[in-house]
């Protein structure tokens, strides 16, 4: 088995469970993880042979555009998506995190993880 890491695609989308959220948007940071076979492609040298981290990167790119409330949401969304396009992929840890969340204090970021296996 072998990793894909995709670190801190950054999105400005309009997540929140607040309707000013709706409307003024926030930078997020997504980090995703996938598990899956590198042993041909490590030979064969071979896009077609491995998982593109462009669509990896697609994914995330089009579902963060789409308004979720919750961003537990949002990255279930991520993951039934890649599990969907990408079916050399075993597994699934992705970080979704609203940077400067507005929660009354000084907070860097919020982050939720999920992690999910192939059925």
């Known amino acids: 088995m072998g990793t894909i890491k995709l670190k801190n ?12 959220e709706s409307k003024i948007g926030s930078d997020y940071r997504v980090d995703l993880e996938i598990k899956t076979d590198l042993r041909k492609s490590c030979i064969s040298d071979q896009l077609a042979d ?5 669509l990896l990167n697609q994914i995330v790119v089009e579902e963060m555009a789409i308004r979720s409330e919750l961003l537990e949401h949002v990255a279930h969304r ?5 599990f969907a396009e990408a ?3 075993s597994r699934i840890k992705i970080g979704v995190s609203k940077i400067n969340p ?7 970021a919020v982050t939720i993880e999920l992690e999910e296996y192939r059925n």
């Open 9 to 20: 695609i950054r999105t400005f989308s309009y997540h929140g469970c607040l309707v000013e």
């Open 50 to 54: 491995t998982v593109d981290y462009v």
């Open 78 to 82: 991520i993951i039934v998506r890649v």
């Open 87 to 89: 079916p050399a992929v």
């Open 102 to 108: 507005p929660i009354g204090g000084d907070v860097e």
